[in-house]
């Protein structure tokens, strides 16, 4: 089974930070990486797909990178909204999916 | 407007059955996959269970199978979940999501608000 592993799992930053999560994969997965966002009590959102694939409505403040094992979200500036739980998801073993264990974005 | 609203949870003993429910509109649903992703309370995601277009391929997170059946009925545009043997380690929100093929492979793009389905005695 193909792991991940994300870094931080809480984080805590300003308005207007530059902030990065990183995700792990235990073996290669190519591009097949998602990143999803969360706030309490509601679904999760598509952000990035193909590791750096924006989603349409997304900000451009959002970006991603990265292939094979290691990966990365970033937000250039941190916005109020943007305070949530993010996630990241492997595709290489399709069809079976799993998410990485999240990393809370908390206000500073 | 995609839509997909989740129904039938709530408390269930131990080793009981439930079955939810998914109700998509919006979208063509018979042209989708379909799949099952739960949460349990203040922890991350975890993919359930997913069914291909007309249902014929259905696939499962370890921990659920033989207990867990996902299927759908195009007709009336809905997917659901029946889950047998239910356990205390299974009680989380259950998110109905849609399967869209991106860059080749399968992402959900659309999730339901979830239903809670707490195994209690």
């Known amino acids: 089974d193909i792991q991940l592993t994300q870094s931080p799992s809480f984080l805590s930053a300003s308005v207007g930070d530059r902030v990065t999560i990183t995700c792990r994969a235990s073996q290669d997965i190519s591009n097949y990486l998602a990143w999803y966002q969360q706030k309490p009590g509601k679904a999760p959102n598509l952000l990035i797909c193909?590791?750096?694939i924006l989603q349409s409505g997304v900000p451009s403040r959002f970006s991603g990178s990265g292939s094979g094992t290691e990966f990365a979200l970033t937000i250039s500036s941190l916005q109020p909204e943007d305070f949530a739980t993010y996630y990241c998801q492997q595709l290489g073993a399709y069809p079976l999916w799993t998410f990485g264990q999240g990393t809370k974005v908390e206000i500073k | 407007e995609v839509q997909l609203v989740e129904s039938g949870g709530g408390l269930v003993q131990p080793g009981g059955s439930l079955r939810l429910s998914c109700a998509a509109s919006g979208f063509s649903f018979s042209t989708y996959w379909m799949a099952w992703v739960r949460q349990a309370p203040g922890k991350g995601l975890e993919w359930v269970a997913s069914i291909k277009e007309a249902g014929s391929e259905t696939y499962y997170v370890d921990s659920v199978k033989g207990r867990f059946t996902i299927f759908r009925d195009d007709a009336k545009n809905s997917l659901y979940l029946q889950m047998n043997s239910l356990r205390a380690e299974d009680t989380a929100v259950y998110f109905c999501?849609?399967?869209?093929?991106?860059?080749?492979?399968?992402?959900?793009?659309?999730w339901g608000q979830g239903t809670l389905v707490p195994v209690s005695s």
């Open positions: 999501a849609r399967g869209t093929w991106l860059q080749s492979k399968l992402y959900f793009d659309y």
């Open positions: 193909a590791a750096s």
